[in-house]
């Protein structure tokens, strides 16, 4: 069965130093992988996705991604954290074709001026 | 701008009531979702619709029916509330199954409270 681990439950960075927030999946085919972006108050929103190619994937904010097949894992990254940041993220893995995400439990950011 | 609208962000209803959550979209686009998030657990997929009239079954669709009768409506229906089902309900649409630009789109969500 798919499935995505999200270890970390919180996360707590200072304005300005680097981010890697961590995502393992499960998956008996070729993973189609997402990240999105929680924001207080709102629906969800894709911050970037790997289909194929190139494994470190760029997004939107300035977030990029890199997979790594033999970690089974796709750990979001961004170099300088800024206070707008702080949100819920949720890393997700789906079918080439098919109808169903599945969801990790996602990870709370919070920013410390 | 993809417009994916739920018609109330909070929802306080009785154990037993009959629940509509509604969801609308402004892009014509084929595929509609209902997700429950709680925390610690994501999203979890309840039903999903590929066209008019047509649902699929998610994850977790126990106690809770869909209707759509118009492409761009999508109504989440709890036929008999349950404080169980206290959570947030979000709504999402994507144009077709998965392609490489495909992605779906959220609305803000519902948070329904059952007493």
């Known amino acids: 069965a798919q499935s995505v681990t999200q270890p970390d439950i919180h996360i707590t960075v200072s304005e300005g130093a680097s981010l890697e927030l961590r995502c393992n999946y499960s998956y008996g085919a070729t993973p189609y992988l997402f990240w999105y972006v929680q924001s207080p108050g709102q629906g969800l929103q894709l911050l970037l996705k790997y289909f194929s190619g190139d494994t470190l994937v760029q997004g939107i904010k300035g977030f990029e991604a890199e997979f790594k097949r033999s970690q089974s894992s796709f750990n979001l990254r961004k170099p300088s954290v800024h206070w707008s940041d702080a949100a819920e993220y949720f890393c997700a893995v789906g079918a080439r074709y098919g109808n169903k995400l599945v969801f990790g439990a996602g990870t709370i950011l919070r920013v410390k001026s | ?115």
């Open chain 2, 1 to 115: 701008d993809v417009k994916v609208t739920q018609s109330s962000r909070y929802l306080v209803k009785r154990t037993g009531e009959k629940v509509f959550l509604e969801c609308v979209q402004d892009m014509d686009h084929e595929n509609m979702f209902w997700y429950r998030q709680d925390p610690g657990l994501g999203l979890r997929l309840i039903y999903f619709s590929y066209d008019v009239k047509m649902k699929e079954k998610g994850d977790i669709p126990e106690g809770y029916s869909v209707s759509r009768e118009k492409k761009e409506r999508f109504s989440l229906i709890l036929e008999s509330a349950s404080t169980n089902q206290t959570s947030m309900y979000l709504c999402a649409t994507r144009t077709e199954t998965f392609a490489t630009n495909e992605k779906l789109f959220f609305g803000s969500g519902t948070q329904l409270s059952v007493l």
